[in-house]
T-cell receptor, first 116, second 113 residues
Framework: DAGVIQSPRHEVTEMGQEVTLRCKPISGHDYLFWYRQTMMRGLELLIYFNNNVPIDDSGMPEDRFSAKMPNASFSTLKIQPSEPRDSAVYFC??????????????FGAGSRLTVL | SQKIEQNSEALNIQEGKTATLTCNYTNYSPAYLQWYRQDPGRGPVFLLLIRENEKEKRKERLKVTFDTTLKQSLFHITASQPADSATYLCALTSSGSARQLTFGSGTQLTVLP
């Protein structure tokens, strides 16, 4: 298995532009998570899906952020319009519950976003 | 408010020694606690999971302890090697939200040859 695949790996854009980050989870995993990582705030959970349905989006910082999961093999995180404070590394992770019920996450390599 | 603290932003130890990393939490009732390793430019990688009713878990040179009274987990790497140098993150799953994983800020470990 190729693991969790994210694209693009790096994105540099100007303030006000739309940014779309993409994620392909591991086949068979029924949970998908979007995290954001910065030096100041660490890893923050933005939103997660179960069987393509958003379960908790309370971590999404503003209405400028939106996430979709149209099918089991694809998810997007969109920022419109982007701002310099959105600069961060965005991680997608997928999982299926273990026998104990806990989620063990497999992360993608991340998308490093720089908004100028 | 809920808080996960990993003390020592950076920890340097000599090769062959045991590294001990700490994860403290407040205002959580964790069902599970996990440890991940993160290398520069990469996503975190799962290492170990321990449940609230377990005291200790081992995997090769790694050992995790979990003390729900002290609200603390200790992560040990025995016979440390330079290849163990990385950032180590602890993560909690609360009993009330079994699918969400909240991460600490991490401890950067450097093993000196």
């Amino acid at each position: 298995d190729a693991g969790v695949i994210q694209s693009p790996r790096h994105e540099v854009t100007e303030m006000g532009q739309e940014v779309t980050l993409r994620c392909k989870p591991i086949s068979g995993h029924d949970y998908l998570f979007w995290y954001r990582q910065t030096m100041m705030r660490g890893l923050e959970l933005l939103i997660y899906f179960n069987n393509n349905v958003p379960i908790d989006d309370s971590g999404m910082p503003e209405d400028r952020f939106s996430a979709k999961m149209p099918n089991a093999s694809f998810s997007t995180l969109k920022i419109q319009p982007s701002e310099p404070r959105d600069s961060a590394v965005y991680f997608c992770a997928s999982s299926f519950p273990t026998g104990s019920g806990a989620n063990v996450l497999t992360f993608g390599a991340g998308s490093r976003l720089t908004v100028l | 408010s809920q808080k996960i603290e990993q003390n020592s932003e950076a920890l340097n130890i000599q090769e062959g020694k045991t590294a001990t990393l700490t994860c403290n939490y407040t205002n959580y009732s964790p069902a599970y606690l996990q440890w991940y390793r993160q290398d520069p430019g990469r996503g975190p990688v799962f290492l170990l999971l321990i449940r609230e009713n377990e005291k200790e878990k081992r995997k090769e040179r790694l050992k995790v302890t979990f003390d729900t009274t002290l609200k603390q987990s200790l992560f040990h790497i025995t016979a440390s090697q330079p290849a163990d140098s990385a950032t180590y993150l602890c993560a909690l799953t609360s009993s009330g939200s079994a699918r969400q994983l909240t991460f600490g800020s991490g401890t950067q470990l450097t093993v000196l040859p």
